[in-house]
């Protein structure tokens, strides 16, 4: 119309978009959960509470495990219980076609199937939505068929994008877990700003995080990640959430890697380690090894596997080095999952105290299967990868190195040195490269041979 039936006035009218959603109030149910905000005398008000008290009206806290136990034993707890904690908010990460919405279907599913942990179906009576704003739900039902999931009764699954319509059917169904898939697509209504932005990104995060806490239901959220690798949002969805998990791993090979880098409830030392395949992510409960050994008697220059700690577990890696002809003040130093300030070091401990001239050569270092190494015990089997390149030299594929070097050449013990012993023989192991502490502080391994090391020069002179 161009002429305002009311005032007649032309070309006045204006387009204006309604949704019934918009004024939507997310944090108030129906019939569920009423929520009195800071209203004087309302019976939800916060009121503060003596921690003692706190601690003797509260019944312990039950952890809600997936059977998974990789998952489980990143999502944090102890050996009793393990697993999603209820009321809280999980953020996991990862690269396109890693595997995210994969791996939390699986997870889906196993809180959804006493059968999956070992439970009778009145011991465990958790319910799950899964919220598909990406896919369809028949696309979800056709990878649930194929991940084998779906058979579980518990799990409910719903295709939307507004947050008040998602918000309204977890009341009516009123879950133990909330997996949403993803947040980046999630919008408020009331809002012009477009999903995945981040005027949404941090209010929905927000509305979600305080349904959880009064509703005491554990969202798990899938976030997507920059070019750079980091979770979209500048970072600032990591703030509010509870946990953030990163899904690691290269799409082109099968390892997979669930890596914590915060957990309020748990470690963050804590690493869960799958295989990708047809039927989906499989668990590698007893470790990834990528090292020399898989090769069986060929001797690789350049390369030794090292037994690296993470959280609770012994994980071999194998460190890798190449030298090549370069030139004298522009020498490359390149590296791939390891620290680059501290292969500099390395590199100028080796030209001080091991005799190598590596001033015009460039130095390429990466740890196999796209684990990251930073802790100092790597030290060692960096220095006489990067020495048995330049050599041409190598060990033989059965030897392990562990040892931290300092800047005067000399090696230093190595935490947890008798559980990555352990480790590296159960795994076929049989020679290893440790610093010399005396032969009284040695731990005595069945079927492993210590060579004790006092410093760089005497190692690579065994390398020779």
């Given at each position: 119309?161009g002429?305002?039936?009311?005032?007649s006035?032309?070309?006045?009218?204006e387009?204006?978009?309604?949704?019934k959603?918009?004024?939507?109030?997310?944090h108030?149910?129906s019939?569920?959960?009423?929520?009195?905000?800071n209203e004087?005398?309302g019976n939800?008000?916060p009121v503060?509470?003596?921690i003692?008290?706190?601690?003797?009206?509260?019944?312990?806290?039950k952890?809600?495990?997936?059977?998974?136990t990789e998952?489980?034993?990143v999502l944090?707890?102890?050996?009793?219980?393990?697993?999603?904690?209820?009321?809280?908010?999980v953020?996991?990460?990862g690269?396109p076609?890693?595997?995210k919405s994969?791996?939390?279907?699986q997870?889906a599913?196993?809180?959804?199937?006493?059968?999956?942990?070992?439970a009778?179906k009145?011991?465990?009576t958790?319910?799950?939505l899964?919220?598909?704003s990406?896919?369809s739900a028949e696309?979800v039902q056709l990878?649930?068929?194929?991940?084998?999931v779906?058979?579980a009764?518990?799990?409910?699954?719903l295709?939307d994008?507004n947050l008040?319509?998602?918000l309204?059917?977890a009341?009516?169904i009123k879950p133990d877990v909330c997996?949403?898939?993803s947040?980046?697509?999630i919008?408020?209504a009331d809002?012009?700003?477009?999903?995945?932005?981040?005027?949404?990104?941090?209010?929905?995060c927000?509305?979600l995080v305080?349904?959880?806490?009064?509703?005491g239901?554990?969202?798990?959220?899938?976030?997507?990640?920059?070019?750079?690798?980091?979770?979209?949002?500048?970072?600032?969805?990591e703030?509010?959430?509870d946990a953030v998990l990163?899904f690691?791993?290269?799409?082109?090979?099968?390892?997979?890697?669930?890596?914590?880098v915060?957990?309020?409830?748990?470690?963050?030392?804590e690493?869960?380690i799958?295989?990708?395949?047809?039927?989906?992510?499989?668990?590698?409960?007893?470790?990834?090894?990528?090292?020399?050994?898989?090769?069986?008697?060929?001797?690789?220059p350049?390369?030794?596997?090292?037994?690296?700690?993470?959280?609770s577990?012994?994980v071999l890696?194998?460190?890798?080095?190449l030298t090549?002809?370069g030139?004298?003040?522009?020498?490359?130093?390149k590296?791939?999952?390891l620290d680059?300030?501290?292969?500099?070091m390395?590199?100028a401990?080796?030209e001080?105290?091991?005799?190598?001239?590596l001033?015009d050569?460039?130095v390429f270092c990466?740890?196999?299967?796209?684990l990251?190494?930073v802790?100092?015990?790597s030290?060692?089997a960096?220095?006489?990868?990067?020495?048995g390149a330049?050599?041409?030299?190598?060990l033989?594929?059965?030897?392990?190195?562990?040892?931290e070097v300092?800047?005067?050449g000399?090696?230093?013990?190595?935490t947890?040195?008798?559980?990555?012993?352990r480790?590296?023989?159960?795994l076929g192991?049989t020679h290893?490269?440790?610093p010399?502490?005396?032969s009284?502080?040695?731990p005595k391994?069945?079927?492993?041979?210590m060579?004790?090391?006092?410093?760089v020069?005497?190692?690579?002179?065994?390398l020779m």
């Amino acid at each position: 119309m161009g002429k305002c039936p009311d005032c007649s006035a032309w070309d006045s009218l204006e387009e204006s978009q309604f949704d019934k959603s918009a004024k939507d109030d997310p944090h108030r149910g129906s019939g569920w959960i009423e929520v009195k905000g800071n209203e004087p005398g309302g019976n939800n008000t916060p009121v503060a509470t003596s921690i003692t008290e706190i601690m003797t009206n509260s019944t312990p806290m039950k952890r809600l495990p997936t059977g998974i136990t990789e998952f489980d034993r990143v999502l944090g707890g102890d050996e009793k219980s393990k697993g999603l904690v209820p009321g809280s908010v999980v953020l996991v990460g990862g690269e396109p076609g890693i595997g995210k919405s994969t791996l939390l279907l699986q997870a889906a599913g196993a809180w959804a199937s006493p059968i999956n942990i070992k439970a009778t179906k009145s011991d465990w009576t958790s319910k799950v939505l899964y919220i598909s704003s990406e896919e369809s739900a028949e696309q979800v039902q056709l990878r649930a068929t194929r991940l084998g999931v779906s058979q579980a009764d518990s799990l409910f699954v719903l295709a939307d994008t507004n947050l008040a319509r998602i918000l309204d059917q977890a009341r009516k169904i009123k879950p133990d877990v909330c997996v949403i898939d993803s947040i980046q697509m999630i919008y408020k209504a009331d809002l012009e700003a477009s999903p995945g932005s981040v005027t949404q990104l941090r209010r929905c995060c927000s509305e979600l995080v305080y349904f959880a806490k009064a509703t005491g239901i554990a969202i798990v959220l899938v976030g997507h990640v920059t070019k750079e690798g980091t979770l979209a949002g500048p970072r600032m969805l990591e703030h509010m959430v509870d946990a953030v998990l990163y899904f690691e791993g290269d799409r082109y090979h099968s390892a997979r890697i669930v890596r914590g880098v915060k957990n309020r409830f748990g470690t963050t030392l804590e690493l869960g380690i799958f295989e990708m395949t047809g039927q989906g992510l499989q668990q590698l409960p007893g470790g990834m090894s990528l090292a020399a050994i898989q090769s069986g008697s060929e001797h690789r220059p350049g390369a030794i596997a090292c037994p690296a700690m993470h959280g609770s577990r012994c994980v071999l890696v194998e460190l890798q080095a190449l030298t090549a002809t370069g030139f004298v003040g522009s020498a490359k130093r390149k590296s791939s999952g390891l620290d680059s300030n501290r292969l500099s070091m390395l590199i100028a401990v080796l030209e001080q105290h091991g005799g190598l001239r590596l001033a015009d050569r460039d130095v390429f270092c990466s740890a196999v299967g796209g684990l990251k190494i930073v802790e100092p015990a790597s030290d060692l089997a960096l220095a006489l990868a990067i020495a048995g390149a330049h050599y041409k030299r190598s060990l033989a594929p059965t030897t392990i190195a562990i040892g931290e070097v300092g800047l005067g050449g000399e090696l230093r013990p190595a935490t947890q040195l008798e559980q990555r012993l352990r480790e590296s023989a159960r795994l076929g192991y049989t020679h290893a490269f440790v610093p010399d502490a005396g032969s009284s502080k040695l731990p005595k391994i069945k079927g492993m041979e210590m060579i004790p090391i006092r410093n760089v020069s005497q190692a690579i002179e065994r390398l020779m």
